[in-house]
């Protein structure tokens, strides 16, 4: 089955410190790869997405490639801000009728960063 | 445009109780989707819901069980609990269709569920 696998953290770095979260997975198929965010006390909220290979995901900062040969989709932000903190989740979808897929999200366990100013 | 809304926020049970769980999905979503969320495990998906059917179900016992209503809200029901189904249960809501995996997932901010 589907899988993601990430460092659990947690992560703690200094602000305007360079972040590289990483994240491999294992998919049959072709699947579209996902970053969520969840802030204390808050639901996840969708970060970026990619839906095919060599894809690049970006928002508020924050990018990810979609690297089939090394099955991977690393996170990745050039200055983080001590809003930054928070955990994050890969996820990925196998496709299928919903956002969620024929087997729902695949998350991976998250990863907890810590910014300090 | 009012988000996904959960109710209650913290739910405490004691064991062989049953419990149910509800999800308001924004307005035009007619998919709605549960997962639980524990330190050990993760994020597990439960099952989805489109237009009250039951569309794609995870991996949870029988005790798990869900409906959607004409409105899309959503409701979660789990039977017989059991210490280990102490968890937050996230609901998710998208409109569904059937390019919905180019789609995100709205979630709210779930239901924190301890079972004594």
């Known amino acids: 089955g589907n899988s993601v696998t990430q460092m659990e953290g947690p992560v703690t770095l200094s602000e305007e410190a360079f972040l590289t979260i990483n994240c491999t997975y294992t998919?049959?198929?072709?699947?579209?790869l996902f970053w969520y965010v969840q802030y204390p006390g808050e639901g996840l909220q969708l970060l970026l997405k990619?839906?095919?290979?060599?894809d690049k995901g970006s928002n508020k900062g924050f990018e990810a490639t979609y690297r089939k040969e090394t099955t991977s989709f690393h996170l990745e932000k050039g200055s983080v801000q001590v809003s930054d903190s928070a955990v994050y989740f890969c996820?990925?979808?196998?496709?299928?009728?919903?956002?969620?897929?024929?087997?729902?999200?695949?998350f991976g366990k998250g990863t907890h960063l810590i910014i300090q100013p | 445009k009012a988000g996904v809304t959960q109710t209650p926020r913290y739910l405490i049970k004691t064991r062989g109780q049953q419990v149910t769980l509800s999800c308001s999905p924004i307005?035009?979503?007619?998919?709605v989707s549960w997962y639980q969320q524990t330190p050990g495990q993760g994020l597990q998906f439960l099952f989805e819901?489109?237009?009250?059917?039951?569309?794609n179900k995870g991996n949870f016992p029988g005790r798990f069980s869900g409906r959607q209503f004409s409105n899309s809200r959503s409701e979660m029901n789990v039977s017989t609990l059991e210490l280990g189904d102490s968890a937050l249960y996230l609901c998710?809501?998208?409109?569904?269709?059937?390019?919905?995996?180019?789609?995100?997932?709205?979630f709210g901010s779930g239901t924190q569920l301890s079972v004594l």
């Open positions: 998710a809501s998208s409109t569904g269709g059937r390019q919905a995996i180019y789609e995100k997932l709205f």
């Open positions: 998919a049959t198929g072709y699947p579209s």
């Open positions: 990619a839906t095919k290979a060599d």
């Open positions: 996820a990925l979808t196998g496709g299928g009728y919903s956002g969620g897929g024929a087997d729902g999200l695949t």
């Open positions: 307005s035009g979503h007619r998919s």
């Open positions: 819901y489109f237009s009250e059917t039951q569309r």
